[in-house]
């Protein structure tokens, strides 16, 4: 029997307990929980500090002090009682704990014995199974059919170990034990998807709905490749929601997806969490270089997920448009393997105007917001660096004033999807943090930033407070006819020149 090694044991059950649905409704809880595993996974345990959980998971400023503000203690003990009820009632049975002690941030995983006689020991000390040895000794001898109870015995301690490793595997989510190669999907083949079709590759559990509203379902449609969870401690940036993308297909595959007449806008999502630095395979561009066909046609060629991204556990968002079923009524893709296996995490289909991808609308808030005109504003997605932060300053624009309740500040940037075309950019920002205090004139308390698009100038020294003639003032700067760069996003980046660059609300709209 392979031992499972302390590692892996932890990051089993660390998976199971995001996947059990203990964080639903609770995204602040999932991101502190989520937070303390992957650094202790790393190995920055040193770096579990109030401060850092408060900036790097719970979106606190730098000026972030923890004598002002408690948040971190009381989410801490908000995890704690959560994760207390858990293991009392659906988690009981799993053999490994995750507890976060009192008086420090560091998770510690511990055994679950199934007697009070022994006490809990590190996860460092545990084994799928312990062997019984059975030793003869010369004060206790075999009476004459020692044989045949020594056997029995024997029999009994295996049928124990067993149902330890099936209680085991139990523990874990089930979609997690697909591994067969050229696995073949076995539902109804001709039923054409859903009006809006979103799939996660690899992933064979129930439906998944994410912080956007939109459910996800199992896989479905495939043929061929080999379906896989992606390692608990590979956290993806950038994703529509971070509890996705945790699964993917890769080898040689294909999806046929039977389809309603119209066109449609596709959506294949990919997340180099093998190759690149850092990961398990090292490397660096080139790679894994793949080739993927939709309806015979190539339309991804040499393509190298980790090169486009720019950098390893990133989501990369590929967009087609005007996608229509071929003659048989489906949509065929297929990935054919390059210089490593070609792989996949998700692919999303929704019905589309012809010639027209939809707009792209995002807060940098934790969940989707509709303005004044009923239109849905996305939850913050496609960004990399900064940190978010709620405002509750009142804006001067009161039919827009749900758009300005969030805000990205820091240095960072958005890798915002599209296909081919041109597209108006509108940012919308409000000052609700400097120049809303009493020294208003102070020129310390004031900001200024740069915002560039594909590497081209939109903004410079650009001061909100300025530009919208006082803070708490809502201001839109627009852009036209801007264009995808070669890896079909338009990339936003926001520099800070003095104190933190900052943004509210993006939106990016097709005009022809």
Same mark, same amino acid.
């Not at 020991?121 to 040895?133: F, I, Q, Y």
């Not at 149902?163 to 089930?174: F, K, L």
């Given at each position: ?257 039977? $389809?309603?007449? %119209? +066109?449609?806008? @596709? ?6 969490? #093998?190759? =690149?630095?850092? /990961? ?12 993927? $066909?939709?309806? %015979? +046609?190539?339309? @991804? ?6 090169? #486009?991204? =720019?950098?390893? /556990? ?199």
């Amino acid at each position: 029997m392979n031992v499972v090694t302390d590692s892996q044991v932890e990051r089993n059950e660390v998976e199971s307990v995001l996947h059990s649905g203990l964080f639903d409704k609770a995204a602040r809880l999932e991101r502190f929980f989520r937070y303390v595993c992957d650094q202790h996974f790393a190995g920055r345990a040193e770096h579990i500090k109030e401060y850092s959980i408060a900036l790097e998971a719970l979106g606190r400023p730098a000026t972030f002090d923890p004598k002002k503000d408690s948040i971190v203690r009381v989410e801490a003990h908000r995890l704690r009682k959560r994760l207390d009820q858990f293991y009392r009632e659906d988690g009981a049975s799993h053999p490994v704990h995750v507890v976060i002690p009192n008086g420090q941030y560091r998770p510690l995983f511990v055994v679950k014995e199934p007697t009070e006689e022994r006490p809990l020991k590190p996860a460092s000390e545990l084994t799928v199974m312990e062997p019984v040895v059975m030793v003869q000794t010369s004060e206790s001898p075999l009476p004459p059919d020692g044989n045949r109870k020594r056997n029995l015995m024997i029999a009994v301690a295996v049928m124990a170990m067993v149902i330890c490793v099936v209680a085991a595997r139990r523990t874990m989510p089930t979609w997690r034990q697909k591994s067969a190669a050229n696995e073949v999907w076995t539902g109804p083949a001709n039923e054409p998807a859903g009006a809006e079709s979103r799939i996660l590759a690899g992933y064979h559990g129930t439906p998944f709905v994410d912080r956007q509203g939109h459910t996800w379902s199992a896989d479905a449609y495939y043929r061929g490749g080999v379906s896989s969870a992606i390692q608990p401690g590979n956290w993806i940036e950038g994703g529509p929601d971070p509890r996705l993308l945790k699964s993917r297909r890769a080898g040689r595959f294909s999806y046929d997806i039977p $389809l309603r007449p %119209g +066109a449609y806008e @596709l959506h294949l999502y990919f997340a180099e969490t #093998e190759f =690149g630095q850092g /990961n398990p395979g090292g490397g660096a561009d080139s790679t894994r270089i793949f080739q993927v $066909l939709i309806n %015979g +046609a190539p339309r @991804l060629d040499g393509f190298d997920p980790l090169g #486009e991204a =720019g950098a390893p /556990n990133r989501v990369l968002d590929r967009v087609f448009k005007d996608i229509v079923p071929a003659a048989d009524g489906k949509l065929h893709l297929q990935f054919v393997s390059g210089t490593a296996a070609a792989f996949l995490n998700a692919l999303e289909l929704v019905p589309s105007a012809p010639g027209r991808m939809h707009p792209v609308r995002i807060v940098a808030q934790s969940g989707p917001v509709t303005d004044a005109d009923g239109r849905l504003w996305a939850a913050d997605e496609y960004f990399s660096g900064g940190a978010t932060v709620a405002r509750q300053n009142a804006v001067v624009n009161p039919s827009e004033r749900a758009l300005y309740q969030g805000e990205r500040f820091g240095n960072f940037s958005y890798r915002i999807p599209v296909a081919p075309g041109k597209y108006r950019l509108t940012l919308h920002f409000a000052e609700t943090y400097f120049g809303t205090y009493a020294f208003q004139d102070d020129p310390l308390n004031r900001r200024s930033f740069n915002v560039f698009v594909n590497g081209t100038a939109l903004l410079r020294d650009f001061d909100v407070v300025k530009q919208a003639g006082g803070p708490n003032r809502g201001l839109k700067e627009v852009f036209e006819n801007l264009e995808p760069n070669a890896q079909g996003m338009l990339l936003l980046e926001f520099i800070p020149v003095k104190n933190y660059a900052e943004i509210n609300a993006i939106e990016v709209v097709e005009t022809e």
